[in-house]
């Protein structure tokens, strides 16, 4: 059974960071893609980053390219976001979720079939 635990939301003003962190049950950052994807109230959940085990392949939506960092510690089993710059767009709840190491599309909630219980990032202006 993979378990999946987010940390590290909260409020911050815009422009401010936050790290989000995803802490997986063993071996999973190792054998499984992890997203991270968010759901603001009454809008459609979306795709933020992704990365496939080992780190090989990533995944961004084009509303956080070069604001957004994943990065992954196999050690630790676990997958962090890096969030800089941020905007009151970025309101969300934030969920990591694991899927199989085959993923083709990273950014598709589909893919994936475990799923945290989330973390609210609120950025205010």
């Known amino acids: 059974q993979v378990q999946l635990v987010e940390s590290g939301g909260g409020s911050v003003q815009a422009g401010g960071s936050l790290r989000l962190s995803c802490a997986a049950s063993?071996?999973?950052?190792?054998?499984?893609?992890i997203g991270w994807f968010r759901q603001a109230p009454g809008k459609e959940r979306e795709g933020v980053a992704a990365?496939?085990?080992?780190?090989?392949?990533?995944f961004y939506a084009g509303s956080v390219k070069g604001r957004f960092t994943i990065s992954q510690d196999n050690a630790k089993n676990t997958v962090y976001l890096q969030m800089n710059s941020l905007k009151p767009e970025d309101t969300a709840m934030y969920y990591c979720?694991?899927?199989?190491?085959?993923?083709?599309?990273?950014?598709?909630?589909?893919?994936?079939?475990?799923w945290g219980q989330g973390t609210q990032v609120t950025v205010s202006s």
């Open positions: 979720a694991a899927g199989p190491p085959w993923v083709s599309n990273l950014g598709v909630s589909d893919e994936y079939n475990y």
């Open positions: 063993r071996n999973t950052v190792l054998t499984r893609c």
């Open positions: 990365i496939s085990p080992g780190g090989g392949r990533t």
